[in-house]
């Protein structure tokens, strides 16, 4: 897949398919502004537990990993399904993730 381009999705667009293998997809309700800056909190937080392992520092690790669980929830990869939830709740699923996120925002 090229770097800029849209993943597969399945027919009823929940997933999508990488490498042949199925993904939950972003919630496609999620506002373009927060959806990027909950992927840039993402990346970096992916980035942390990189860092972490490297130094084999397991709290910032454990942290880093928490970080991650929290961005992936609120952009609807991960929790409850984002098509099991009501319009309210998905809005406060990314609302949540982001006031969190923000809060602990370090170095980006």
Known sequence: MARNSRPEHTADGRYVVIDGRRW????????????ARLRRHLMAARRAVGAALRSRDEEAEREARGRVHTAK????????????????????????GLAALDGEAGPQ
Do not use: I, K, N
């Open 24 to 35: 939950r997809a972003t919630d496609p309700d999620l506002p373009a502004d927060d959806a």
């Open 73 to 96: 929830v609120a952009l609807g990869e991960r929790g409850t399904p984002w098509w099991e939830q009501t319009g309210t709740e998905r809005r406060t699923r990314w609302r949540d």
